[in-house]
């Protein structure tokens, strides 16, 4: 059984145990602005998922992280529409993500539903990254 839960401080354990792309700080921020989640599977923690809003108003998703094990059997479709779903509750008609094109994530994404919208390019040395691409869904 999967259970989509709001992040809350005593998960931060589990939660740097899968997700080190953010600092404290940020995970503070999550935790306060109810802007993360720790995905369980049997009351185990099996991903975690945050985001953003993008220019103020856009729901982005910034991660959504499934231990390895946990992958390519509908959790991640579950856990996006679930997400979908509370932010269409919040009044939101378009959500957004993105994933670098050298991913896979681009093709799940796909799936779902999600368009390609466009594309950044990072060039400068310290942040050189394959090309970012932008999806974007109206739910």
Request: net charge negative; aromatic share 12%.
């Amino acid at each position: 059984m999967i259970e989509v839960k709001k992040v809350k401080l005593e998960d931060k354990e589990n939660w740097f145990a899968l997700d080190s792309h953010i600092s404290e700080e940020e995970f503070a921020h999550k935790v306060s602005s109810q802007t993360g989640y720790v995905i369980w599977k049997d009351s185990v923690p099996a991903g975690v998922f945050r985001y953003n809003m993008f220019w103020d108003k856009i729901p982005f998703v910034t991660l959504i992280y499934l231990k390895e094990e946990q992958r390519a059997n509908g959790i991640g479709k579950e856990v996006m529409l679930f997400w979908e779903n509370e932010m269409k509750a919040k009044g939101h008609n378009v959500v957004m993500t993105s994933t670098q094109v050298d991913e896979s994530a681009q093709h799940f994404y796909r799936k779902i539903g999600y368009k390609d919208c466009g594309c950044l390019v990072l060039d400068i040395p310290e942040f050189e990254q394959p090309m970012e691409m932008f999806l974007l869904k109206r739910i």
